[in-house]
Each structure stands twice: as structure tokens, then as C-alpha cells.
């Protein structure tokens, strides 16, 4: 179970990258970043703060989140110290990037939900005769 410590940890973690990805140069990672396309959803920390999950999600799909995580693996030791001169942590976790499709996934039900209407109580899609 993690306890409140790590909770904020994490979250500081989130804070601090959505900044420092910001100036990664990879052009995996800039590129997608200037767009907009691309976020880091969630982070999950280590009970010893040892090692953190990134998960970075594309609006572009899967497939540019895994492109734009090989560009995070490449910069990992810059964006680690970059974190560790950011917080005050005796020791900056390890930072492991996976790739997520939350955006793309999110972004899907909204469009389907938006093509949904409700006419005199019921629920039609917007192919559908009233």
C-alpha cells in the first residue's frame, strides 16, 4: 500500500518532468511536445524510492508514445538529473519510461460519445433517423 510520503513524491515527480521534458532535445520527444501531443500521465514511485514508472500517452496513438519513449530512454540520465537538482531527495529514483494509450483511448470515447444525442429521452446515434 503506498503510503502518503511516496504519494507526494510522485506527484512532485509528475510536476517537475512535465518541465523538464520541455527542454529535451530528442527530436522523438520535442517534436511531439511542441504539438501538444504528447503528456506524462501518470508516475508511480518505489516504496524505497529506488525506481519511479513513467507513463508517457500520445494523442497520436501508441505507436508515437513508443517512438517518444525510446527518445526518454536515450535522455534518461539528462531528465534524471535534471529531477534530482529539481527536488530535494537524498537520492533520485531511476526512471523507467513506458508508453501508454490513455489519450488516444480517452480521446476515442469522447468522440463517441459526441455522437450521441438524446431526443425526447432516448439515446440515438446521429446516423440514426429521430
Known sequence: MPSHHTDRISEDILRELTAILRTVK?????????????????????????SAKIYISSIDGLDAAKEAVKGLVS???????????????????????IADNSIAHSAEIAEKLNKLQIADGKVQMDDEPL
Open 75 to 97: 535522455a534518461a540520465g539528462y531528465v534524471r538529473r535534471q529531477l534530482g537538482q529539481a527536488l530535494a531527495l537524498r537520492h533520485t529514483p531511476e526512471l523507467r519510461f
Open 26 to 50: 530528442d527530436p522523438r520527444v520535442s517534436e511531439q511536445l511542441a504539438g501538444g501531443r504528447l503528456s506524462v500521465v501518470r508516475a508511480e514511485v518505489a516504496r524505497d524510492l529506488g
